[in-house]
């Protein structure tokens, strides 16, 4: 149960970061301000990146669904999505 307590956690990050990342697009492309952007652009990525590496592993370590699995690696392309997940899904499953 400890990887997917820490993929609930990935999972809220990854979301953060997310929006974070939309904040600072504005901040590039309008205001040409492009140090805000590197940064979160740079932690969102590895996020991601982490996102899909724990939920993976999780998927096969719980045997998830496939239906489910495709669920979780969706939520992470819709902003909020990995917050609905967590808060749905992820902390049921867990207990």
Sequence with gaps: MKLLKAFRYIAILEGISYLLFGLTMPLKYVYEILTPNYFVGMAHGILFMLYCGVGLSCAILYKWKFGFSV?????????????????????DKEA
Excluded at 72 to 88: D, H, I, N, Q, R
């Design 71 to 91: 669920m979780v690696f969706l939520a992470s392309l819709v902003p909020f999505g990995t917050f609905y997940l967590e808060a749905k899904y992820l902390k």
